[in-house]
């Protein structure tokens, strides 16, 4: 089988996830809420890759019975969210990042971002699992 053909569902779901972040990004700039927008994107483009990860590494979707998350992934998330916070809490560490501290707002939408990327991801494992069945 042609490998980019056999790959295109996974191409579709991370342009879906990038417009995502970009559609995110533009309605709070338009909004004119926060003026830290390369520490939004920072932070989504973490998030959203370690969603991402997950959705990968794991045997069953998130509303099945037989979910299960290695000892191994969950300290690298909680690794994770200890580095931003330690971005934002500590202004010169975040400078080597060219990270700011967020508004409440930018908070809101980081968590939208997470949602969205789950649901789609959820939605990708949902589709491919049908479509592998009929063949």
């Not at 809420?33 to 890759?49: E, W």
């Not at 037989?66 to 330690?86: K, P, Q, R, S, V």
Request: charged share 15%; glycine share 6%; with cysteine.
């Amino acid at each position: 089988s042609d490998p980019f053909w056999s790959n295109v569902d996974a191409l579709l779901l991370g342009i879906a996830v990038a417009a995502v972040l970009i559609l995110t990004n533009i309605c709070l700039h338009v909004a004119g809420i926060g003026d830290s927008s390369g520490s939004r994107i920072f932070f989504a483009l973490l998030m959203a890759q370690t969603l991402m990860l997950i959705q990968i590494k794991k045997d069953h979707a998130w509303f099945c019975h037989h979910t299960g998350i290695n000892n191994a992934l969950l300290l690298f998330i909680m690794a994770l969210f200890e580095f931003c916070f330690l971005l934002v809490l500590f202004p010169p560490l975040g400078k080597i990042f060219g990270v700011t501290a967020l508004v409440w707002q930018e908070w809101l939408s980081l968590l939208a971002v997470a949602v969205i990327v789950f649901l789609l991801c959820e939605l990708y494992r949902f589709v491919a699992k049908k479509i592998e069945c009929k063949k």
